[in-house]
């Protein structure tokens, strides 16, 4: 590529560092290229023609690279760069096997040579007469000054006093990802916003990341000790945890507190905190000096920094603390009875809690929980308690497990003083959905090219499917509805797009819905495409806005030649589908559609739009679209008109407004109103779906782990 080619001004001293960072982004192998610059930078160096070349910045990137360890890494290291460009800083993300413990270090050091030159770069420029020592100052300067960057943190402040759980865990998210620091700062929160509390806890820089080399007061620079490369870690954590109590505390008048803790790698705490806006009042931000340990300690801090490093201290509170994580919020819809507020309701499509259920088995539990709490040790105890339970209750899958289980504890398979075992056997799949599983193993293992094998197996499926449905037909009434979702973020589409009208929604077992997508599958392989059709067009009646089901549909269209049904069957799909992957899966199978009804233009224009995408399928997509490409026959639409041409031709770019209007709205009501599986759920969705990585750590700060 480019850069390696020309170094970005490498060869002739004088770096472009933005233009190389924007290449590195693009490149495969951003270690290769660095080495690549590295080298052009010490030739550079080695033929200095003239006095002001090669110029501070490029000898200061040069020493920073070299000291930072780049050419002990791999060529072909698994890494790539991404820039925030919130706050400038860029990161070197680990992207899959490959390094060991010391090569993620020299790559962490890696980053953050490249972030002390960015920073650099955009505090002095070029400025005439810069020495690379001068550098080194701003460097060092700049890590002892993180704490003034709690004046410009940008929170998205819009709305300040009015905001509710939502706003004010987006704008901590921003706040954390807005920070202009030498180090990757990894860093999770917690918040309860009616209790005006806000939890944050961050690791600690490893001592081994720290610059090797700093400036000195002789105008030089030296090589960095352990002692004070450990001193430096420390301190920097300190002022870290002043900045972050600081950024979260103006997020929203309504919180009181802010819980700081940080960690090392071993997860030890090193400092724990729990800072009220009094004492945070009290920080000197412009320069807590050379020992913001002391400031901290003095404001009520656990922090331990003898011999000039931090040493373990007593937590001054958890990350899982009920205040933070009130156990409500962690109920799941399926067992919940209370309704929602009418702004929740018109958000998330649902009058009440149950209105958001996606699993069936939540009786089951229920159940489960009743007969173990119940048990006494012996199997006559255990068959009463298993009935009683069971026996009447109206799920027909509670009575089927029931009954599994009396059978299993009267032949003696089944020891009933074991509550755990009862339990396992009360959840546990019944026949039908052992078979299912069965069925995709075989799908996917070589056998499932035998066709006897194959014949055997849907035999026996169907047969199972039938039993069920003798026994429970699962058919749409005047008012009940018998569906199947996913995810929640299903179920909120479907809540809000193509709703029940007022009918109520009944969950079909996981077993019976996944046996019409196996026996669509396994019929597909033995070239019963009529037969594959007729079970996909059943699980897309069961799960609308399932895309993989309706994906199976059009497929089954493609072999019975029916083309344009199985373009129709994409297109509407499209306007439903909702997470990268399955967008990618449409518009590769959508491609597919167009090419065989001789759309190559369009066909050309859809691959190439599921490669932007992204997506498990981009690999076959690039095939494709390979493919297409050779054969030829067509002027494909212009760069950067891939967009265009679909959507003139009524292809929907999804996900469409609608689609993601309904997801916004949902993640928003759903974190109010503190319904944290459903919040958890949508927030990450938007998030991946917006490539927004604030949003991503919204939905971890609602995990109820440490």
């Known amino acids: 590529m480019a850069s390696r080619e020309t170094g970005w001004g490498a060869a002739e001293g004088t770096i472009d560092l933005d233009g190389l960072v924007a290449a590195l982004e693009r490149d495969p192998f951003p270690v290769e290229s660095l080495k690549s610059v590295l080298g052009a930078l010490r030739v550079a160096h080695a033929r200095r023609t003239s006095p002001t070349l090669p110029d501070a910045l490029s000898s200061f990137v040069a020493e920073q690279l070299d000291d930072a360890g780049l050419l002990g890494l791999a060529d072909d290291a698994p890494a790539r760069l991404r820039p925030n460009a919130r706050s400038g800083q860029v990161r070197l993300d680990v992207q899959g096997p490959g390094l060991d413990g010391e090569g993620v270090r020299t790559l962490r050091r ?300 009267i032949d003696g398979t089944l020891d009933g003083g074991d509550p755990g075992a009862v339990r396992d056997a009360l959840l546990a799949d019944g026949d039908l959905g052992r078979a299912v599983a069965d069925a995709f193993s075989l799908l996917a293992s070589p056998e499932g090219g035998d066709p006897v094998q194959v014949e055997r197996c849907a035999r026996g499926l169907e047969g199972l499917l039938a039993a069920e449905e003798d026994a429970e037909p699962y058919r749409d009434g005047a008012g009940h509805v018998w569906r199947f979702f996913n995810t929640y973020a299903e179920r909120g589409l479907h809540n809000r797009l193509s709703g029940p009208d007022g009918r109520e929604v009944r969950l079909v077992p996981a077993p019976y819905y996944h046996a019409h997508g196996a026996l669509s599958s396994l019929s597909m392989r033995l070239g019963r495409a009529d037969r594959a059709l007729a079970f996909a067009l059943r699980a897309v009646e069961l799960d609308p806005m399932d895309v993989n089901a309706r994906l199976r549909a059009a497929r089954c269209y493609e072999l019975l030649g029916d083309a344009p049904m199985a373009e129709a069957t994409v297109r509407e799909l499209l306007s439903l589908a909702h997470d990268p992957d399955s967008i990618c899966a449409a518009y590769l199978r959508l491609g597919g559609a167009l090419r065989q009804e001789g759309e190559l233009r369009l066909a050309d224009a859809s691959l190439r739009h599921a490669l932007a995408v992204g997506g498990v399928c981009a690999p076959a997509a690039a095939k494709a679209l390979g493919d297409l490409q050779a054969r030829g026959g067509y002027e494909p639409a212009p760069a950067g008109t891939v967009a265009d041409e679909l959507e003139g031709a009524g292809i929907p770019l999804a996900p469409v407004a609608r689609v993601g209007e309904v997801l916004v709205d949902g993640a928003k009501a759903a974190v109010d109103a503190g319904i944290f599986p459903v919040a958890r759920d949508l927030t990450a969705l938007v998030g991946v779906l917006t490539k927004d990585e604030s949003l991503l750590t919204v939905a971890l700060s609602m995990e109820a782990g440490a």
């Open 110 to 409: 890696v980053e953050s040579a490249l972030n002390r030159a960015v920073y650099a770069k955009r505090c002095l420029g070029r400025r005439p007469g810069t020495s690379v020592s001068e550098l080194y100052l701003l460097s060092d300067a700049i890590e002892r000054s993180v704490t003034c960057e709690a004046a410009g943190i940008d929170t998205g402040a819009a709305g300040y006093g009015g905001r509710g759980e939502w706003e004010v865990r987006r704008a901590v998210a921003l706040g954390i990802q807005s920070l202009r620091l030498p180090y990757r700062l990894e860093c999770r929160f917690r918040l309860n916003l009616e209790a005006g509390v806000v939890a944050l806890s961050f690791g600690t820089v490893d001592p081994d990341v720290v610059a090797p080399r700093e400036w000195c007061e002789d105008g030089g620079t030296r090589r960095t000790t352990r002692a004070r490369r450990e001193l430096r870690a420390a301190r920097l954590s300190c002022r870290e945890a002043m900045v972050l109590a600081v950024m979260a505390l103006s997020t929203s008048p309504h919180l009181r507190e802010a819980w700081v803790q940080a960690a090392d790698g071993d997860g030890r705490r090193l400092i724990s905190w729990r800072a009220t806006r009094a004492a945070v009042a009290a920080l000197d931000l412009e320069g807590p000096g050379e020992r913001p340990e002391d400031e901290l300690a003095a404001l009520g801090a656990s922090v331990d920094a003898r011999d000039g490093r931090l040493h373990p201290v007593t937590p001054r509170f958890s990350m899982t603390d009920p205040l933070l994580c009130p156990p409500w919020r962690g109920d799941e819809p399926e067992t919940s009875r209370h309704s929602l507020a009418p702004e929740v309701a018109r958000a998330l499509g649902a009058s009440a809690m149950a209105d958001l259920a996606i699993r069936g088995t939540a009786r089951r539990e229920a159940a489960a929980d009743r007969v173990c709490a119940a048990l006494d040790g012996t199997c006559s105890h255990a068959v009463a308690a298993v009935l009683e339970a069971t026996a009447h209750d109206g799920d027909r899958e509670v009575r089927a497990a029931g009954q599994r289980v009396v059978r299993s504890l």
